[in-house]
């Protein structure tokens, strides 16, 4: 039997134009550039026009994740969206960005993981590209939670933001891989902690989309102690080692958990890829948004090893160990 890789072709992310600063929401609700900036690290966010959806942002990351890429709609087979925030309750976003890319062959299905998706969304892809089930995936992580915030909530409005990131994640046969490809994952859910991060509708319940509720300092202590031992996990699957690893990029919620979960797993900051300040939390888009990012201005390079985490409502959470 031939064995295969999932080899990363392409990233790219897509971030709203419209501006919201800390300044800006302290005129909105009882809160200050000073508080959000110190707790939290983020300095602004991106926020979707009126009537730009999760599939518009999700489909302009795509097009650029391709574009690096050098692959067009008919190269595309598979198409998993991971989102909190969809279009609709049905069909799923990813048929209709399938749709807004032109693509027509193979499947498309959205992935619900909140914050963990792109993890779980990549852990998903590679099993599919692994079996020779597929030839070339988009995985994607878009969302719009502007749209799901209570804006007189200070604890949670001045966290997240919207955005999308795509990877165009193609199967290889392990003598065209070589070293790449994705190489360890670990993932985990916890339904007991559901009240710690949720949303309080939905169809099924109050036929409302509703609105997200965290307890922020609970969900704080589980993300570091969780995703320190994912990480290590994800590592031992690889037969790697954490110093193996030259970049940390971790789902963007709060600098103060990416620093501590580097201090615990003996990371240097230098190599921790931040962009927590530029986006704030964007849930599902914000592990590729980093990554595009770091790609971009040269950081990251073919044939580093890069370690993906994110925790989220479920709780979910899991980390993924690529050689790029
Ligand atoms: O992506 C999914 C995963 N989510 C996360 O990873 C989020 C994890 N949690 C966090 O990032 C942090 O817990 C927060 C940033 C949400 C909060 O920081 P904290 O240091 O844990 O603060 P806290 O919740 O313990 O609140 C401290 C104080 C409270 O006031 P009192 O009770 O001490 O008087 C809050 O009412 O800060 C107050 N506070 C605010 N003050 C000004 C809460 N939000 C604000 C605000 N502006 N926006």
């Known amino acids: 039997m031939v064995e295969f890789a999932s080899v990363i072709r392409g990233v790219g992310g897509y971030l709203p134009e419209r501006i919201l600063t800390n300044e800006d929401l302290s005129k909105m609700v009882d809160t200050t550039d000073d508080w959000i900036t110190a707790r939290t690290g983020i300095r602004k966010r991106h926020i979707a026009a009126d009537g730009q959806t999760t599939s518009d942002l999700g489909a302009e990351a795509a097009r650029r994740a391709m574009k690096a890429a050098g692959v067009g709609p008919d190269d595309i087979d598979l198409i998993v969206v991971a989102t909190a925030t969809p279009d609709y309750t049905f069909p799923a976003t990813a048929t209709v960005v399938q749709n807004k890319l032109g693509i027509t062959r193979g499947a498309a299905f959205d992935l619900q993981a909140v914050c963990s998706g792109f993890v779980y969304a990549i852990a998903t892809a590679d099993n599919f590209l692994a079996r020779g089930q597929f030839e070339r995936a988009l995985v994607i992580g878009a969302e719009t939670f502007s749209r799901i915030l209570d804006w007189s909530d200070r604890s949670t409005c001045v966290l997240f933001g919207d955005g999308a990131g795509a990877v165009v994640l193609e199967r290889q046969t392990k003598a065209e891989a070589g070293e790449r490809g994705v190489k360890g994952i670990h993932l985990r859910s916890d339904g007991r902690y559901r009240d710690l991060l949720y949303v309080d509708g939905g169809p099924s319940t109050t036929q409302t989309v509703g609105h997200l509720r965290m307890v922020g300092n609970q969900v704080f202590?589980?993300?570091?102690g969780k995703i320190s031992d994912s990480v290590r996990a994800a590592t031992a699957d690889a037969g790697l080692q954490i110093s193996d690893i030259?970049?940390?990029?971790?789902?963007?919620?709060?600098?103060?958990?990416?620093?501590?979960?580097?201090?615990?797993?003996?990371?240097?900051?230098?190599?921790?890829?931040?962009?927590?300040a530029e986006h704030g939390n964007t849930s599902a888009a914000s592990v590729p948004l980093a990554l595009a990012a770091a790609i971009e201005d040269g950081r990251v390079k073919q044939g580093d090893l890069v370690l993906i985490e994110a925790i989220g409502g479920g709780l979910t959470w899991g980390s993924a160990l690529i050689r790029m």
Do not use: Y
Not at 221 to 224: D, L, M
Not at 268 to 275: Q, Y
């Open 221 to 224: 202590k589980h993300a570091v």
């Open 246 to 276: 030259d970049w940390f990029v971790p789902h963007q919620a709060n600098q103060r958990i990416l620093s501590a979960v580097a201090e615990r797993l003996g990371l240097e900051e230098h190599k921790v890829v931040s962009t927590v």
